[in-house]
């Protein structure tokens, strides 16, 4: 009976390290996804990543990106005689121009804000406006706010991103950047955020330690551990 006790308490035990282990990876990666999107965000924006933390959150919390925003469909059809001439005043054409081309976009975007547009350019906008990178992509983003809830996750949070899970927010995952390395005939800024997880350790074997990350400081590799 104590054997049997024993055997199922093991057992039991590893299932729950496992549960652990799943969980605390799947977090990790998922983390570390924000992340990077994050940091190619601030590279198309600054030329480099951010190189610490710090910095990383405060472009976070202030930072934004631009929203295209896009209602209608250009018609199929050329401009009319009219148009065109309305038009001339834009540059895009010239005071009895043929007109042998299909309407363009840059035409409708124009035409519509006539202010008696036709009937098929009536509602059609294209406009770019900056927009809360921290709203758009994640605190407000539903899609991305039911993909975590979906698989447990808490919300989102700017300030235990950088926290290892299940750490009790001691651990941090090591960030690295170099700004300009070498990389064929160019040279390019490298970014590499790793860390060891914990719950990983395997039976039968010495080591405990599972590395996760993503980026490689001499490439421009931004793939992730769990990728490859």
Request: glycine fraction near 6%.
């Amino acid at each position: 009976m104590i054997t049997l006790f024993f055997s199922f308490k093991s057992c039991n035990d590893t299932q729950i390290h496992d549960t652990n282990y799943d969980y605390c990876k799947s977090l990790a990666i998922q983390n570390l996804m924000d992340v990077k999107e994050v940091q190619k965000i601030y590279k198309e924006q600054n030329g480099k990543f951010a190189a610490s933390w710090d910095e990383l959150e405060v472009f976070l919390q202030n930072g934004t990106v631009i929203y295209v925003k896009s209602v209608g469909t250009v018609p199929s059809r050329s401009v009319s005689p009219e148009e065109r001439d309305y038009l001339v005043q834009f540059g895009l054409y010239e005071r009895g121009q043929a007109i042998d081309y299909n309407m363009t976009e840059k035409d409708a975007y124009f035409l519509a804000k006539s202010e008696n547009p036709a009937a098929d350019l009536r509602g059609f906008e294209r406009d770019t406006q900056n927009v809360s990178l921290l709203k758009t992509r994640f605190t407000e983003n539903r899609a991305y706010g039911e993909t975590r809830e979906m698989n447990g996750f808490p919300q989102f949070s700017v300030d235990s991103l950088k926290y290892i899970p299940f750490t009790n927010a001691k651990e941090i995952w090591t960030l690295e950047t170099m700004d300009s390395v070498k990389f064929g005939d160019a040279k390019i800024p490298t970014l590499k955020v790793s860390g060891f997880i914990p719950f990983s350790e395997i039976e039968g074997k010495d080591d405990d330690k599972e590395e996760i990350y993503f980026g490689n400081l001499l490439t421009n590799s931004l793939a992730g551990s769990w990728e490859k």
